[in-house]
């Protein structure tokens, strides 16, 4: 029986493979393995999280672009009764 095997046709990946492989000593199958066990522990953690963690994700990005000292009262549309001006 054969060993199995994994055939990329990239030139990109070729050529990252062979420089990681001497700057590290370790053999392009050990590093393919480990880039991707790698990817696959990233795409597991990101499925813990909850789909509202991105909606909070905006509005921390959002809230960033805020200048300072900036409010949502809107006092100045509505008289001292509260009725609209």
Partial sequence: ???PQLSIRSTKARDLAHALAR??????NRL???ALDRYDQELREDKIRYPMD???DL????R??????TTS????FYDEN???I
């Fill in 1 to 3: 029986m054969s060993e």
């Fill in 23 to 28: 700057r590290t000593g370790q053999p392009i």
């Fill in 32 to 34: 393919v393995e480990l």
């Fill in 54 to 56: 991105a909606v909070w």
């Fill in 59 to 62: 509005a921390a990005e959002d």
């Fill in 64 to 69: 960033r672009n805020i200048p300072a000292g």
């Fill in 73 to 76: 009262a809107h006092d100045d």
């Fill in 82 to 84: 509260g009725l609209p």
